[in-house]
């Protein structure tokens, strides 16, 4: 589910916009303990009014007015989990409680998790398999300059120089020549408090075959759509290189942190005090937030006679029709993952349930 509009980031008047500001390290939200009834009304935090309020006419009446509920996934209430800017997406809509899956598989920590585990074992056995019949997987990274546009012109400038960049008539030969098999990415999106928002993507380049001036066809191919669109070259915008380690890779383009550690996971390591855990899990947070996209390499399939891949709906639906509860995290374990006090602030202190 992706949110109707893009939200700008609430910036709080006294703090320093000289310095850079990602979405983690943006003001967190004062706790809101619940009430004994998971339908009653609740109120609006400062901040929260003050995004919607900018946001929407009449946005603050409508939040009032509604019977907000707590958005729960195998029993947890996520909803006090996320970014506000998701979280404030959330309010405005009506959500059963007690749902043994949530579906907002953008979003929610606990199906996220599961999707990205099942995406990523596929990944992996298809760069195996195409490495072993001769082939070449590249890491490849997209990236635009720092820019003072809305996330959703950023996100679609993105989107379109990539579409310049592989899906040009010029584009589609020379990939013909290079034996490109296919392109899995996923696109992420981070915020700078001085410089603006800053997508960029990271991904899988399939080849039959080692192309050793790869490097080179894509960063003209890059900077000259970016060009055509009127950015300007920037130079080291399009980085690849050969991946050395194929899970690595993968965990990384995947955001599964070290060792296939998951963000719950990294949550809890970041609890037990480890900093790398805590600062993989932020940059978890953030990449979920908003517009996130991910792009299977579907012409990857038919090169290895496989069924396509799964979309995050069906992996979503196919595990839930199971019954089976793939987190068993206890109370306790849960209370760890809210009090894990990221230096982003992320997170806020979940009420008693």
């Known amino acids: 589910m992706t949110p109707k509009a893009p939200l700008t980031p609430f910036i709080a008047p006294n703090s320093s916009q000289s310095t850079s500001t990602q979405i983690g390290d943006l003001p967190s939200l004062s706790p809101v303990t619940p009430t004994s009834s998971p339908h009653a009304a609740t109120l609006l935090p400062d901040e929260l009014r003050h995004l919607v309020a900018t946001q929407w006419p009449n946005g603050i009446e409508r939040l009032e007015k509604a019977k907000l509920r707590l958005l729960v996934c195998n029993e947890v209430p996520i909803d006090r989990l996320l970014p506000i800017e998701v979280r404030q997406d959330f309010l405005l809509r009506?959500?059963?409680t007690n749902v043994r899956r949530c579906g907002l598989v953008n979003f929610c920590p606990v199906c996220r998790e599961r999707i990205l585990r099942?995406?990523?074992?596929?990944w992996r056995r298809d760069a195996h398999e195409v490495a072993r019949r001769g082939g070449v997987v590249y890491f490849v990274t997209l990236t635009l300059p720092h820019h003072q546009r809305s996330l959703t012109a950023g996100l679609d400038l993105l989107g379109e120089v990539k579409k310049k960049t592989f899906a040009s008539?010029?584009?589609a030969v020379?990939?013909?020549?290079?034996g490109f098999l296919g392109f899995a990415y996923q696109v992420e999106t981070v915020y700078d408090g001085v410089r603006g928002w800053n997508p960029h993507?990271?991904?899988l380049i399939y080849c039959q075959r080692p192309v050793p001036w790869l490097a080179t066809w894509l960063a003209d191919r890059y900077s000259t759509a970016l060009e055509g669109l009127g950015v300007g070259r920037c130079p080291g915008a399009a980085t690849i290189e050969e991946a050395q380690s194929i899970d690595a890779v993968v965990n990384y383009v995947l955001k599964l942190g070290e060792a296939e550690q998951g963000p719950l996971e990294l949550a809890l390591a970041g609890a037990a005090g480890s900093a790398k855990a805590r600062q993989l899990f932020g940059e978890f947070v953030q990449s979920v937030h908003g517009q996130r996209l991910t792009c299977t390499a579907r012409g990857l399939s038919k090169y290895l006679k496989r069924r396509q891949?799964?979309?995050d709906q069906e992996i979503n639906l196919r595990d839930g029709a199971t019954g089976a509860v793939l987190h068993s995290f206890s109370r306790s374990e849960w209370q760890q993952v809210v009090?894990?006090?990221?230096q982003s602030q992320v997170l806020s202190t979940l009420g008693t349930r």
């Open 169 to 171: 008539g010029k584009a």
């Open 118 to 122: 099942r995406r990523a074992a596929r």
């Open 94 to 96: 009506p959500y059963l």
């Open 174 to 178: 020379s990939q013909k020549v290079l």
């Open 309 to 311: 891949e799964a979309t």
């Open 339 to 342: 009090e894990c006090r990221l």
């Open 201 to 203: 993507l990271h991904g």
